[in-house]
């Protein structure tokens, strides 16, 4: 089963500008973590935020939270061409010890 | 910095053979984990471990068995390969945490291709 669906499916956008990704969930969860793909390698944790958190920054990412819509998003403020990626949501339901994967936005950052 | 070592970054096998996808992590980390990813699909939960020699089924466990014998060391098996499951196998670990999962930290992916 997938709880977290992000949208769009992809994204392109010009060096500079901001992205953002959009993720919904079905289900109440304990967390919410948001992860970066390179092409065929493993993912790497970008943040994670708890179920009574509104919003958090790490750098240039910003993440929002709104369980009441079941749904939150992430901000990549000036992009780089570095940024060109696979980001994927999970969740967390309840007190499990499972993360619960999308199915990921990619992100073209073009120079 | 936490690692997460997977045995083989790329595998080619035949119909039938048993296949062992291994993974070693050297945090002390409580829980493991076993993904697949397919495209369209994003990340599949096979099977995860909580602890040694404790497994417990994801959404997609059929057709693989894992075992943990060690607290580090995660494997997957494939008893009898088909190629349906062609796919990337992706291990990660995280330490325990109360009240849900906390962060994953992923190996580099074995991607396995089953003629």
């Known amino acids: 089963s997938q709880q977290g669906e992000e949208d769009p499916q992809a994204l392109s956008i010009q060096e500079g500008e901001n992205a953002t990704m959009n993720c919904s969930y079905k289900?109440?969860?304990?967390?919410l973590q948001w992860y970066r793909q390179n092409s065929g390698r493993g993912l790497v944790h970008l943040i994670l935020?708890?179920?009574?958190?509104r919003e958090k920054h790490s750098g240039r990412l910003r993440v929002t939270l709104d369980t009441s819509k079941k749904s939150s998003s992430l901000l990549i403020t000036a992009s780089r061409a570095a940024d060109t990626a696979s980001y994927f949501c999970a969740t967390v339901p309840g007190s499990s010890y499972k993360l619960i994967f999308g199915s990921g936005t990619r992100l073209l950052v073009r120079p | 910095d936490v690692k997460v070592t997977q045995s083989s970054r790329y595998l080619v096998k035949r119909t039938g053979e048993k296949v062992f996808l291994e993974c070693v992590q050297d945090?002390?980390?409580?829980?493991m984990f076993w993904y697949r990813q397919d495209p369209g699909l994003g990340l599949r939960l096979i099977y995860f471990?909580?602890?040694?020699?404790?497994?417990e089924k994801g959404d997609i466990p059929e057709g693989y068995s894992v075992s943990r014998e060690k607290k580090e060391r995660f494997s997957l098996i494939l008893e009898s390969a088909s190629t349906n499951q062609t796919s990337m196998y992706l291990c990660?670990?995280?330490?325990?945490?109360?009240?849900?999962?906390?962060?994953?930290?992923f190996g580099e992916g074995s991607r396995l291709t089953v003629l």
């Open positions: 289900t109440s969860i304990n967390n």
């Open positions: 990660a670990s995280s330490p325990g945490l109360a009240g849900g999962a906390g962060e994953l930290f």
């Open positions: 945090m002390d980390h409580e829980n």
């Open positions: 935020i708890r179920s009574n958190e």
């Open positions: 471990s909580y602890d040694v020699k404790m497994k």
